[in-house]
C-alpha cells in the first residue's frame, strides 16, 4: 500500500490539477472497489519484481486521468490500510486459503500499528480513503472492531 500511496501522489503531482474530494462515501467505496478489481491483480501478478511499474499503470487500466487515477489511489491506500488494521483476523503465512495462516487481530495489535496509519492520515485523501474501512468492510460483509484503536485517533473517525 505504501507504494501505490507514493504512486498515487506522484501522478498528482505530475498532473499538476489539485483534486477535491467529491461524492459520496457510496461512491469512494466504489472507486476503492475498481482499484481492486482492475488495477490489484496486475500488480500481484509481478509482485515484487514490477510492483511500482504496474501501480504506475493506473491510468491506464482505470482509463482515467494521472490526477483522478491518483487520487484513486490514495484513497484505495487509505481504505485498504485500515481495513485491513479493523479486520478481526489477520494473515500470518504462506497460504491465505490454509486457516492455520490465519491469526486473531488483536486490539493490542491494533493500538501498534495505530501510530504510523495516524500518521499516514495527515494526507487528506489516505485520510478520506481511511473513513471509507468500515463501508468497506460493510459492503463485503466483513466483521470489522476498533478495539484498541487509541480514543482520539483519526482511524476512529467514519462516514456516517
Known amino acids: 500500500m505504501g507504494t501505490a500511496f507514493a504512486v498515487g501522489c ?12 467529491v461524492g459520496s462515501v457510496a461512491d469512494l467505496v466504489a472507486l476503492v472497489e475498481r482499484v481492486e478489481v482492475t488495477v490489484v491483480p496486475v500488480v500481484i501478478a509481478s509482485f515484487p519484481a514490477r510492483i511500482a511499474q504496474n501501480f504506475a499503470r493506473a491510468p491506464e487500466l482505470l ?12 484513497v484505495w491506500s487509505g481504505c485498504l490500510a485500515v481495513a485491513k488494521l479493523i479486520s478481526l483476523k489477520r ?17 493490542w495489535i491494533r493500538r501498534h500499528y495505530a501510530g504510523y496509519l495516524n500518521e499516514l492520515c495527515r494526507d487528506p485523501l489516505f485520510a478520506l480513503g481511511a ?8 459492503g463485503r460483509g466483513q466483521p470489522y472492531s ?3 484503536l487509541p480514543k482520539r485517533s483519526p482511524l476512529r473517525e467514519q462516514f456516517a
Open 63 to 74: 482509463g482515467m486521468s494521472d490526477a483522478d487515477a491518483g487520487f484513486a489511489l490514495c
Open 146 to 148: 476498533l478495539r484498541g
Open 131 to 138: 473513513r471509507c474501512a468500515a463501508a468497506f468492510k460493510r
Open 91 to 107: 494473515f500470518t503465512g504462506a497460504d491465505s486459503s490454509n486457516p492455520k495462516h490465519w491469526s486473531p487481530m488483536y486490539p
Open 10 to 21: 506522484a501522478l498528482i503531482m505530475r498532473s499538476g490539477e489539485d483534486r477535491e474530494p
